[in-house]
């Protein structure tokens, strides 16, 4: 089964690295037009190059005039596709954490995708049809000691997904999130031998999933062949969590 997006427009924020840069590349080799979305305009608008049919978009999804300049991109193109990819963690034990650390994960995660999908859907609604992608977390079914804002925010997601859903379904507008689990990063790299095999063994697969692993579970959320599937949680961690 080929997926063949060609002549839609795929909107993916947080676009600059990791998952979300595997995504902008799996949508474009799809046949999407993809708007690479970061703060980085030096990053964005070098992936942009490498996939060729895209375009880099210089984004801030926390700042003031993000629902303008989401506007903005709308009268150049119809938005068919948006992956609300962009996210924060800012780590703590919850009698530690700061009311700071709260709101700017809360305000990135969960507020910048109501007013980014807020403009987008309308557009989606009048031409009956769209896909929604919301990158939440499998923290967000589970749990995570030392990240209650950050799995606050991925399951409130969830919660927006499988709502949203039913708002607008009816118009052919299909949303859909997707629940990471753990991902191989610079990060998970530099672990130790021990630490990074305690982890693994906690996978049912037991290996660390790929940013690919993702981007495909996205493609396949923004074909035509997934149009009978709306309001679903698709838990992409390997057996982590079932």
Request: glycine letters at 8%; hydrophobic letters at 45%.
């Amino acid at each position: 089964m080929r997926i063949d997006l060609t002549g839609k427009t795929a909107l993916v924020t947080g676009a600059s690295r990791g998952i979300g840069e595997s995504i902008a590349r799996r949508l474009g080799e799809a046949g999407a037009h993809v708007l690479c979305a970061a703060r980085s305009a030096d990053a964005v608008n070098k992936l942009a190059a490498e996939i060729g049919n895209a375009t880099g978009v210089e984004l801030d999804i926390t700042a003031p005039d993000v629902r303008d300049r989401i506007g903005a991109l709308l009268k150049e193109r119809p938005i068919d596709i948006l992956v609300n990819n962009a996210g924060v963690t800012d780590d703590d034990l919850f009698i530690r954490m700061k009311p700071d650390a709260w709101t700017k994960v809360l305000h990135t995660n969960l507020d910048s995708a109501f007013h980014i999908t807020q403009e987008v859907v309308k557009k989606m609604i009048r031409a009956r049809w769209g896909r929604v992608i919301n990158i939440s977390s499998v923290v967000g079914l589970m749990g995570n000691p030392g990240q209650v804002n950050y799995a606050s925010s991925k399951a409130a997601l969830i919660g927006f997904t499988k709502s949203l859903a039913l708002e607008i379904g009816s118009r052919n507008v299909t949303v859909n999130a997707i629940a990471p689990g753990y991902i191989a990063t610079a990060m998970t790299d530099a672990l130790a031998d021990d630490a990074r095999e305690k982890l693994t063994e906690r996978i049912a697969v037991k290996r660390l999933g790929t940013a690919d692993d993702i981007a495909y579970s996205v493609v396949f959320l923004a074909s035509e062949q997934a149009s009978y599937i709306t309001g679903t949680v698709l838990n992409v961690s390997g057996g982590l969590y079932t």
